[in-house]
């Protein structure tokens, strides 16, 4: 079955854990999936300021600079995962670093 993991945290805390240690662990986890080949796609994002919002509303779309939301933690980055089931997917997010000082979501991808 395919997860998506949204990764998420507060964007003022992500620089303290850029070290070469985080970084390192966060290659790890990265090479791990790899090699038991259950990753299918990661990537990380630009800071949410960078974000640009799109509603539509009757015939006007709306845009806003930014992250709809307002709120400390912020999507950082996703990986999107095929394993087992829900166990499995537990244990993936588990072990990435983030979920040491933000959250990682974890949602199952529709099929069609």
Known sequence: MRYLLLISADENRVDEHRTDD???EFRDWLDDLLARGVL???EGLHPSHTATTVRVRG???????GPFMEAKDQIGGFALIEVADLDAAIEVAARHP???FGQIEIRPVLTL
Request: net charge negative; no cysteine.
């Open 59 to 65: 015939d006007e779309v709306l845009l806003t600079d």
């Open 98 to 100: 983030a979920s040491r």
């Open 22 to 24: 985080g970084m390192s």
């Open 40 to 42: 299918t796609a990661h």
